[in-house]
């Protein structure tokens, strides 16, 4: 804890963290050392993690990097913080993100951007950029994030770590902070896939607070680290012809492919043309959602409230418009927007109806394939302020993760070398739903 905190402290450049409980870390650490010495420890003693500031701890504020919720104290714990906690590990702070979880640079922050501790001029991704920052300069040794269309995924690939997303529905959302539901997955950051694995049998599972939450049983991740058979990959051709995508990505990528038929694997490439609808498909239903859920925030039930409104029509318009930043705005209009009587059909409809579709081929495809390869990103991490003026410059940059997002299958992203300025490039590996024990040992076979 002490390492973490001197590490936290030295890189405050970084802006990681919106805050830290160091008295309480550190009267945890105490504690679970004593329980050691007892014998009577948890699964996770020792471990020091750190939770994205859209996930509540009792007794903590929260604030989705928001300023409509300044103020706002928890009065309970996610039920994943909570699971954390009980198996001791030691809970170091909240960390920075993109508003309500909404960017792919964590520049839409109420805190202010942060940094990628391998070049300061460059953004960390999004939304869960904290997090991922957090445990690539060694703030803490895992982290919890939400990826809701590439948070976890897309800012480890930028910081050069692992980023797993886990099933829709493996682990209870109580008490994250909703984006949009039908999407929102808690994710893990971790530098080791054995981390990586004991987390998300600690935190997966059924949950009384969460009816959306799987009951199917959880597997001891950890146990099965190793892939013994050979596996047979499918590539989506569109995927690698698309143009944004860096040259070098995919070199990367294709050569990692080549290594695994070498190594006798199959790797096949399959047509998927659906791949240019995924990223409208996600922005309509996610903005859709995003919009009702939002609602919530009005300026009387929770956090800031505008001082100077005088009737209630005020506090509402006042509170919306000084509390969201420009982003989260932008996507409640949006959604509000596909939500309208003029639209409903068109648009909400439509996505919902093409979601299906790109749910079905790809799980057409993982019967017969054991996993899908992809870059994460199309590009290496960007400089801070290089995509802040074009949201739709911005949207693109997760072309490669909502895929995963839109079909709620697990995805992980991995280390895979890293470009001629030394950026790291990630290699995404998706599974079919509840295969995480696969997707975890072949994520370990090919690092
Ligand atoms: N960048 C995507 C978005 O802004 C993904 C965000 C997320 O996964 N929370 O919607």
Same mark, same amino acid.
């Given at each position: 804890?002490?390492?973490?905190?001197?590490?936290?402290?030295?890189?405050?450049?970084?802006?990681?963290?919106?805050?830290?409980?160091?008295?309480?870390?550190?009267?945890?650490?105490?504690?679970?050392?004593?329980?050691?010495?007892?014998?009577?420890?948890?699964?996770?003693?020792? !471990?020091?993690?750190?939770?994205?500031?859209?996930?509540?701890?009792?007794?903590?504020?929260?604030?989705?990097?928001?300023?409509?919720?300044?103020?706002?104290?928890?009065?309970?714990?996610?039920?994943? *913080?909570?699971?954390?906690?009980?198996?001791?590990?030691?809970?170091?702070?909240?960390?920075?993100?993109?508003?309500?979880?909404?960017?792919?640079?964590?520049?839409?922050?109420?805190?202010?951007?942060?940094?990628?501790?391998?070049?300061?001029?460059?953004?960390?991704?999004?939304?869960?950029?904290?997090?991922?920052?957090?445990?690539?300069?060694?703030?803490?040794? *895992?982290?919890?994030?939400?990826?809701?269309?590439?948070?976890?995924?897309?800012?480890?690939?930028?910081?050069?770590?692992?980023?797993?997303?886990?099933?829709?529905?493996?682990?209870?959302?109580?008490? !994250?902070?909703?984006?949009?539901?039908?999407?929102?997955?808690?994710?893990?950051?971790?530098?080791?896939?054995?981390?990586?694995?004991?987390?998300?049998?600690?935190?997966?599972?059924?949950?009384?607070?969460?009816?959306?939450?799987?009951?199917?049983?959880?597997?001891?991740?950890?146990?099965?680290?190793?892939?013994?058979?050979?596996?047979? =990959?499918?590539?989506?051709?569109?995927?690698? @012809?698309?143009?944004?995508?860096?040259?070098? =990505?995919?070199?990367?990528?294709?050569?990692? !492919?080549?290594?695994?038929?070498?190594?006798?694997?199959?790797?096949?490439?399959?047509?998927?043309?659906?791949?240019?609808?995924?990223?409208?498909?996600?922005?309509?239903?996610?903005?859709?959602?995003?919009?009702?859920?939002?609602?919530?925030?009005?300026?009387?039930?929770?956090?800031?409230?505008?001082?100077?409104?005088?009737?209630?029509?005020?506090?509402?318009?006042?509170?919306?418009?000084?509390?969201?930043?420009?982003?989260?705005?932008?996507?409640?209009?949006?959604?509000?927007?596909?939500?309208?009587?003029?639209?409903?059909?068109?648009?909400?409809?439509?996505?919902?109806?093409?979601?299906?579709?790109?749910?079905?081929?790809?799980?057409?495809?993982?019967?017969?394939?054991?996993? =899908?390869?992809?870059?994460?990103?199309?590009?290496?991490?960007?400089?801070?302020?290089?995509?802040?003026?074009?949201?739709?410059? !911005?949207?693109?940059?997760?072309?490669?993760?909502?895929?995963?997002?839109? @079909?709620?299958?697990?995805? =992980?992203?991995?280390?895979?070398?890293?470009?001629?300025?030394?950026?790291?490039?990630?290699?995404?590996?998706?599974?079919?739903?509840?295969?995480?024990?696969?997707?975890?040992?072949?994520?370990?076979?090919?690092?």
């Amino acid at each position: 804890v002490k390492q973490c905190l001197y590490n936290i402290d030295n890189q405050q450049n970084l802006n990681a963290f919106v805050r830290t409980y160091d008295e309480e870390a550190l009267a945890t650490a105490a504690q679970v050392t004593h329980k050691l010495h007892q014998q009577k420890a948890g699964k996770l003693a020792g !471990m020091v993690v750190g939770i994205k500031d859209l996930l509540c701890y009792q007794d903590h504020p929260v604030q989705a990097s928001s300023k409509i919720l300044e103020g706002f104290v928890s009065q309970f714990s996610a039920t994943c *913080v909570q699971r954390l906690v009980d198996e001791d590990a030691i809970i170091i702070g909240h960390q920075n993100c993109d508003e309500f979880g909404m960017g792919s640079s964590n520049e839409n922050s109420a805190f202010g951007p942060v940094r990628n501790a391998i070049d300061t001029t460059r953004v960390p991704g999004g939304s869960s950029g904290g997090s991922a920052v957090a445990v690539q300069a060694d703030m803490c040794h *895992v982290a919890l994030g939400t990826d809701t269309g590439g948070s976890v995924r897309q800012p480890a690939a930028f910081c050069g770590i692992i980023g797993l997303k886990p099933t829709y529905s493996r682990i209870s959302r109580h008490g !994250m902070i909703a984006y949009a539901s039908s999407f929102d997955t808690i994710g893990i950051f971790a530098k080791d896939i054995r981390d990586c694995a004991t987390v998300l049998e600690v935190v997966a599972g059924a949950d009384t607070f969460d009816s959306t939450v799987s009951k199917q049983p959880v597997p001891h991740y950890s146990d099965y680290l190793t892939f013994g058979k050979k596996a047979k =990959i499918a590539y989506l051709k569109e995927t690698l @012809a698309y143009t944004g995508l860096q040259d070098e =990505i995919r070199l990367h990528t294709t050569a990692t !492919m080549d290594a695994l038929k070498q190594a006798g694997h199959q790797v096949e490439a399959i047509d998927f043309p659906l791949l240019e609808y995924v990223l409208p498909t996600y922005y309509v239903l996610t903005t859709a959602e995003a919009s009702a859920n939002l609602a919530r925030l009005d300026g009387v039930r929770y956090g800031y409230r505008s001082p100077s409104a005088h009737t209630i029509e005020e506090l509402y318009t006042k509170t919306r418009s000084e509390g969201f930043g420009q982003e989260v705005q932008r996507r409640i209009l949006l959604g509000a927007f596909v939500l309208g009587a003029n639209h409903y059909e068109d648009c909400y409809i439509k996505a919902k109806k093409i979601r299906r579709l790109i749910k079905d081929k790809l799980q057409a495809i993982l019967s017969d394939y054991d996993f =899908i390869l992809l870059p994460t990103t199309p590009s290496t991490a960007f400089k801070i302020g290089f995509n802040a003026h074009d949201p739709l410059a !911005m949207y693109w940059a997760d072309v490669y993760t909502t895929l995963a997002s839109v @079909a709620g299958l697990p995805a =992980i992203s991995i280390p895979n070398g890293t470009d001629h300025q030394n950026l790291p490039i990630g290699l995404q590996i998706i599974a079919n739903s509840f295969e995480e024990t696969h997707l975890l040992g072949f994520a370990n076979y090919i690092m």
